[in-house]
């Protein structure tokens, strides 16, 4: 132990006598290391982001979308089935069950004139399911059913049609159509990208039931039910069951998974992106590791002479080897440290994150995983670049401090 402590005093004061020559040589494997971290923690962020948006799309894991429909293709009775699902959640306890009719156009009165706005009809539920934000105001909520001037949620790109009144001031929509009147906004969905001009208008499903006899032809409503993601396969086939059992001939329901981790093709295609992306971070390092045991080959024939006197001295082969491999360590580690310490500084900044994933929701912590690959990297770096200055070095003999 105490050789090991001394040959590493001595391969700190070699880096310190020589720091000029560290320092330009370490450079790039500091900034190689950093390269590393930072596509390993790109791909933990790249992941959430991904979730999340996986999750609007397609509802959180594991989201179970339960439909019905005739085998003639005519619509089913929505009341009846209705009924039967709504059992069958209570049955079962979900926690988290929603309504959604999707693919709906209302015309909207503007300040310019009419124009056709995307609308979905959904319950309250609706937006947990789907991890929707909102930009301003709130989701809606059951006693939302008897407001006199029923609630809408409404995107970004709408409030700007409208003034962007503040939603303070209860501003209001005009619809035309069957389902016309006046309807409160009580909340706006951001943009989900800068380019996003979408109109849309979200309904309460009962309130928008309310003042329609009948939904629009092609309308069609869903279920959709988060469940817990480990049971989910034992819960999708008995529900199927217990929806389908006494149904009349000519109706099927169906009953699927529509969220992310239902796609194992989702996984692969992100852990193939971190391959590719690591792998050229490697080569970089290689690059850079291949420059380091090239300028200490170079150093090492003008340390001939120091090393001749050490082993004059009564240095031994060993000691000599370890010193100098461990100066090769130690620096690289430095400089690795310096560089997984730039770049936890730079991503711990909420605002660098959003503005490389815009729209994230949950900022993961910076991934210690991306840490310990950075510092293995930079350690194992040190050590291939050490070793063969160290096997050099111990081919030097004490006649050859004379000779030098």
């Known amino acids: 132990m105490t050789g090991i402590l001394g040959a590493l005093a001595d391969a700190w004061a070699e880096i310190r006598v020589h720091k000029l020559r560290v320092l330009l040589s370490l450079i790039g494997i500091a ?5 590393l971290t930072a596509v390993f923690a790109f791909s933990e962020y790249q992941r959430q982001y991904q979730t999340e948006q996986s999750d609007r799309s397609g509802g959180r894991a594991a989201t179970l979308v339960v439909s019905q429909m005739n085998d003639d293709g005519t ?8 009924e039967r699902v709504a059992a069958a959640a209570a049955r079962f306890e979900f926690s988290h069950t929603a309504r959604v009719v999707q693919g709906l156009t209302v015309p909207v009165a503007l300040s310019d004139g009419i124009v056709d706005a995307y609308a979905r009809l959904y319950d309250p539920v609706y937006p947990q399911i789907h991890r929707e934000e909102l930009l301003d105001g709130r989701w809606f909520t059951d006693s939302d059913v008897e407001a006199l001037a029923p609630p809408a949620i409404i995107t970004e790109a709408l409030w700007d049609r409208l003034g962007r009144v503040p939603l303070a001031q209860h501003p209001t929509l005009a619809l035309s159509g069957p389902a016309g009147g006046t309807y409160q906004v009580v909340g706006v969905v951001p943009r989900e990208s800068y380019m996003d001009e ?20 092609g309308a069609q409503v869903q279920f959709e039910v988060w469940v817990p993601q480990g049971s989910v396969d034992e819960i999708a086939p008995v529900l199927a069951m217990d929806l389908r059992a006494g ?17 194992p093709g989702n996984v692969n295609a992100m852990a193939t992106f971190e391959m590719v992306v690591g792998g050229i971070g490697g080569i970089i390092l290689a690059l850079g590791a291949l420059s380091l045991i090239n300028i200490q080959l170079v150093a090492m024939r003008q340390r001939v002479r120091e090393i001749g006197v050490r082993r004059a001295f009564g240095a031994s082969s060993g000691r000599v080897f370890v010193s100098v491999l461990l100066e090769s360590l130690v620096a690289t580690t430095v400089a690795g440290v310096i560089g997984i310490a730039i770049v936890v500084a730079i991503l711990r900044s909420e605002w660098v994150v959003t503005s490389m994933f815009y729209g994230i929701q949950d900022i993961p912590p910076f991934p210690m995983r991306a840490a310990m690959i950075g510092l293995i990297a930079s350690v194992v770096v040190g050590a291939v670049a050490g070793f063969i200055p160290a096997l050099v070095a111990l081919r030097v003999k004490v006649i050859d401090a004379i000779r030098f």
């Open 31 to 35: 900034v190689s290391v950093a390269a």
């Open 75 to 82: 619509s089913a009775d929505m009341d009846a089935f209705e």
């Open 247 to 263: 149904l009349p001939e000519g109706q099927t329901i169906m009953v699927n998974r529509s969220d992310w981790a239902a796609q």
């Open 198 to 217: 979408s109109l849309r208008v979200d309904l309460l499903f009962d309130a928008y039931r309310s003042r329609v006899d009948a939904l629009p032809e």
